[in-house]
Structures are given as structure tokens and as C-alpha cells.
């Protein structure tokens, strides 16, 4: 049913679909006085690094990108740890309540964590008083946060890749006289490992896209802030600066597409498992 | 399956540490924040008594009744409930129509379908956000500058962001633009899944290409399409980001606001903590409902958990 036109469709859909991306790099790369024509032309011939130059230098931009790359990474670490042992138990053990923890576990992906600003901001308010380094205006508080929501989604689709691997490999470990914690760790963690991979990226992205809890928890200090919150501060009412918003954006989308690029194919299949449920 | 008392005994003790630390980040940081949510919803909570200068005064249901009668909130809510399905059918439609054209393309073409797609997925909200304001851009923006050049003059200079509509429109193209690969890559793998020999069979039978993709393929793929659909009403019944920046902040006068967002600013820019709470709680039960459905969808197609 191949045929000369669904190609075409499909390229003219390819172009589509990239041409955001496209011209943002563009725009990223164009010299001032390209960007401020009311002429977009949609290439270049005098490519610069200048806006990138403006963004980094003259906004702190270094710093904002560091801070979400530190949070980004402290989620990945405790979500790969924190979800296997979930999904191991959840999957490989025999015990009352699982269900309802299963049924738990997909509700809370429902869960509108938008609204829990308003308890958390008061929270993260309160726990300062005691442990600052957990309080408002630090980093501590956003990774908890970022894990925490993470967690169901990732719990949930790691279950399948955990459930994939054959309950003979436990028996025959058990009799080479491996314990249950150096069978989870020395053969279900690496079996695991294209599943884990695909769960960071999806717990890294959380993280490194969260704009409203960054927001609403470091609401005033300049030092803390991550990317999110960095690019709304290029964004002015009046004059915008379209080739530094532009830089600002590219730099933060080059991390995500290079950890999507490198995991497609795990990031599919996991996917497609924790659609099935 | 009959599993022994004492493995069960076993296995629970083990399951309780295995899942002590998530447990306690869950409840902790979801669980127990709700609760609260749904406490403060009942106070008069504004900045006085946010800061201890005053005391907080208990108002039972009346930020309910209030909001009820609050005609802005009967629109928000109306534009949130038709905002999300202008996204979700929107995704449904270009994610399932693309799966379709990829399953019939050649291997080249589909896979710079297949990179674009998964770069517009990669693209964090915000940065998605601003591209597509910068390509609508009044004066700068390449849209703009193409109408004129087909002959819509009348565009040149035109705000695609003043008009209520067209605001939510722009807003609406990008989120379909991001969240469309999703429906595309569950779709392709569902076509893909299904066996040749059906529709070689069909074909033999002499069904028409119509009466194979509505009487074949439709049919095999239809639990797939229900739970793409869900997941994204969820997703984007929850929008915040986008129209946060796009609409800066909720449109001229609130009018792009949807609930999330306007829980928001009642919260942290009017600083009416309880009423916030209380849009909160409207949003929680709206998508428990969802929830049900979902769960009674899939224990009807043979989930079990």
C-alpha cells in the first residue's frame, strides 16, 4: 500500500512538525539586526553566537542551567533507586493490599499536583524553620517535590520491564544459592537496566520542564532559580529580546533531545508497556 | 495460584521496606498535602493570615458557595472543559492520521517523521512555548510575514494573542504540536502490531481499504485509542505552563484562564490562599471522575493490576 504520495506527505509533515525547532535555532543563531526585520527570511549567511554570548554572560544563565541540571540529577538517582524497589515489590512479591496499592498507584498519576502549591508552599515555609537547606528559596525542597511526582508514572511503567523477566531465573538463582537481595541487585537490576534508563528520562524531563513548582518554592531568591524561571525573566511586555529568548530556549532543549535521541527505542517500549497497563 | 501463608508472611515484611521510602515521599508530599489542601479550602485564608498577623477564621463551605456563584468561575471552567478537548482531539486526530501515513510511507520518509515528532515531544513546555509565540509574533513573526506574502494584507501587524479565541487557538496548536508524537508512536506500534494475515484475509474477502481500516483495524485498535484518549484528557485538563506564558499569566483581563491557573493567581497574586484551595479541590474531584471512568474502562477491557 506503499505509494509515491504518502511520501511526500510525510516529508511535508516532517518539515512541519520541525519547522518550531528549526526556527528557533535559527533565531539563535541570527545577528541582531536579522531578528528585529520585520523581513524574516529563513535562513542566515552571518551566523553568530552572540545572542548565546548575551544569555550566558550578561543573565547568569550558566548558573540557572547548573542549578536544574543539579536537581535534574539528584530525581534521576533517587527515582531509579526509589522506583526498582517499588516495582520489585510490587511485582515479585505475594502480599495482601497489593492491589489496592496498585489502584493507589495510578490515582495518584490523576492527582492535579498543580493545586498542592498552595499546602506545599506553606509546608516547604514551615520545614525551613527547622532544616533551611528544605525551606523556601533552596534547591532542597524542588528535587523532593520533582521525585515525589515523579514517582507513579515511573513505578508504573518500570513494573513492566520488572514483570518481564521469567520467575525460573529467581528459582534457578535461589538454587545457586543467591539470596533474595543478591538476586534483586547482581540480576534483576542490570536485566532491568534498559527499563531504568527509560524512566530517568521520563523523571528527568519532569524535573527539567517544572516551571510552576520552581516558581512557586524559589519565589524570590535570584541565585537559586533554574531554567524555567530564568527564561521568563528575558520575556518582557514591551521590547523583546527574541534572539537571547531564542539562545535561552535552544540551550534548554538540547539536553532533553540528546537523552531522547540516545533512549528511543527503550523510551517506546516502556511506553507502550505502561499503556497496557 | 495458591501461594504458602508463610512465603505471603515473608513477602510482606520484604514489600514493606522495599517500598518504605516511596511510600513515605507519596504520603508525605502528595497524600498529606491534599489533605491539607482540602483544609484550607474551608478557612478564610488570605496574606494576614498567611503571615500569623491574623487569626484564621473558619468559614466551613462558604469559599465553595462563593465560588459557585462566582460567574468567572462557571467560564473558566467552561474554557478549561472545552480547552482540553479542542487539545485532545486535536492530538488524537494528527497523532493518529501521521501513524496512518507512517505505516504507508516509505522507511526514509518515515523516519524524519519519526526525529521531528520526538523533537517536538523533547521540547520542554517553555521553550515550546516561546517558539511558537516568536513564530506568531505581531511584527516579527514569520506567520505573519507569509499571510501577507500569500495576500492577506490585512494581517500584517495582526496580534494573534489579543482575541480571546484565537489566544486559546495559538495556545492549543502548540500543545497538540508536543503532545501529538505520543498518540503517533502508541498508534504506529498498535498498527504495526496487528498480524498481516487479518487484513491480508480481508482483502482477499475483497474489502474495500475504507471497510478494512473501520471494520478491522478501527475495532483491534479501539482499547488503545480509549486509553491514549484518557491520558491526554488528563494531561491536558492539567495545563499550566503554556498558558501561563503564552497568555502571560491568563489573557487580557483573566479571560485564558483555565482552572489550574486561575487556582494560581487567587492563590499566589490575589492571595486568597483558601479560595485558591478551594479551585484546587473542584479540579481534584473533577479528574477523580475521570479516574473512575478510566479504571471501569480498563477492568472492562481485561486489565487486571
Known amino acids: 500500500m506503499r505509494s509515491r504520495i504518502s511520501d511526500v506527505l510525510c516529508v511535508v509533515a516532517a518539515i512541519l512538525v520541525a519547522l518550531p525547532l528549526y526556527w528557533m535555532v535559527l533565531s539563535a543563531l541570527k545577528p541582531a539586526g536579522e531578528i528585529q526585520s520585520a523581513d524574516p527570511r529563513p535562513w542566515t549567511f552571518a551566523p553568530t553566537l552572540d545572542s548565546f554570548r548575551r544569555v550566558l554572560d550578561v543573565q547568569g544563565f550558566g548558573q540557572y542551567f547548573l542549578n536544574s541540571a543539579l536537581v535534574a540529577v539528584l530525581v534521576v538517582g533517587g527515582s531509579i533507586l526509589l522506583s526498582f524497589l517499588s516495582a520489585v515489590a510490587l511485582t515479585r512479591f505475594r502480599f495482601r493490599g497489593r492491589t489496592v496499592l496498585l489502584v493507589m498507584l495510578l490515582v495518584a498519576q490523576m492527582v492535579p499536583v498543580e493545586a498542592l502549591t498552595i499546602p506545599l508552599f506553606f509546608m516547604v515555609r514551615s520545614v525551613g524553620d527547622v532544616a533551611p537547606a528544605f525551606g523556601l528559596n533552596e534547591l532542597g525542597p524542588l528535587v523532593l517535590v520533582n521525585l515525589a511526582f515523579s514517582l507513579p508514572f515511573a513505578i508504573w511503567m518500570l513494573r513492566g520491564f520488572v514483570a518481564a523477566v521469567p520467575a525460573d531465573l529467581e528459582e534457578a538463582a535461589a538454587l545457586d544459592g543467591a539470596s533474595r537481595f543478591q538476586f534483586t541487585w547482581r540480576v534483576l ?25 520552581a516558581r512557586t518554592l524559589i519565589y524570590s531568591s535570584t541565585e537559586n532559580r533554574t531554567l524555567p524561571q530564568a527564561l521568563l525573566v528575558f520575556y518582557k511586555p514591551d521590547e523583546q529580546d527574541w534572539g537571547a529568548i531564542m539562545a535561552g530556549s535552544t540551550l534548554m532543549t538540547i539536553p532533553v533531545l540528546i537523552f531522547f535521541v540516545l533512549v528511543q527505542r527503550h523510551l517506546v517500549s516502556g511506553l507502550a508497556g505502561a499503556v497496557k497497563g | 495460584m495458591t501461594v504458602p501463608r508463610q512465603r505471603t508472611r515473608r513477602d510482606g515484611r520484604a514489600a514493606v521496606l522495599y517500598l518504605a521510602p516511596a511510600a513515605v515521599l507519596l504520603v508525605g508530599l502528595m497524600a498529606y498535602p491534599l489533605f491539607q489542601l482540602a483544609q484550607i479550602s474551608l478557612y478564610d485564608y488570605n496574606q494576614p493570615q498567611a503571615s500569623g498577623a491574623e487569626p484564621l477564621r473558619f468559614l466551613a463551605f462558604a469559599n465553595y458557595a462563593e465560588l459557585l456563584t462566582d460567574p468567572q468561575f462557571w467560564s473558566v471552567l467552561l474554557a478549561t472543559v472545552l480547552f482540553a478537548a479542542v487539545c485532545v482531539v486535536g492530538s488524537l486526530l494528527v497523532g493518529g492520521a501521521l501513524a496512518v501515513l507512517a505505516t504507508r510511507a516509505r522507511p526514509i520518509p518515515r523516519m524524519l517523521l519519526f526525529l521531528a515528532a520526538l523533537g517536538a515531544w523533547a521540547t520542554p513546555a517553555m521553550a515550546g512555548s516561546y517558539v511558537w509565540l516568536f513564530l506568531f509574533d505581531q511584527d516579527l513573526g514569520l506567520v505573519n510575514e507569509v499571510l501577507a506574502g500569500l495576500g492577506f494584507t490585512g494581517l500584517e501587524g495582526h496580534s494573534w494573542t489579543f482575541d480571546r479565541f484565537s489566544a486559546f487557538g495559538l495556545v492549543a496548536a502548540e500543545i497538540i504540536w508536543c503532545s501529538f508524537p505520543f498518540v503517533m508512536v502508541t498508534m504506529y506500534a498498535g498498527i504495526k502490531a496487528i498480524p498481516s494475515e487479518v487484513v491480508e484475509a480481508a482483502q482477499l474477502d475483497g474489502a474495500s481499504w ?10 483491534i485498535l479501539k482499547p488503545l485509542i480509549v486509553i491514549a484518549t484518557i491520558q491526554s484528557i488528563i494531561w491536558d485538563f492539567k495545563i499550566f505552563t503554556q498558558i501561563y506564558v503564552m497568555t502571560g499569566g491568563g489573557g487580557v483581563a483573566g479571560r485564558n484562564l483555565v482552572l489550574n491557573v486561575y487556582a494560581y493567581q487567587k492563590a499566589f497574586a490575589g492571595e486568597e490562599y483558601g479560595m485558591g484551595a478551594a479551585i484546587g479541590v473542584v479540579m481534584t474531584v473533577l479528574l477523580l471522575l475521570i479516574t473512575v471512568i478510566y479504571l471501569r474502562v480498563q477492568r472492562k477491557s481485561g486489565w487486571q493490576p
Not at chain 1, 537490576?189 to 513548582?213: E, M, Q
Request: charged share 10%.
Open chain 2, 210 to 219: 475504507r471497510r478494512i481500516a473501520t471494520g478491522v483495524i478501527l475495532p
Open chain 1, 189 to 213: 537490576f542490570p536485566l532491568v537496566a534498559p527499563g531504568l534508563v527509560a524512566t530517568s528520562v521520563l523523571s528527568f524531563i519532569h524535573s527539567w520542564n517544572d516551571f510552576l513548582f
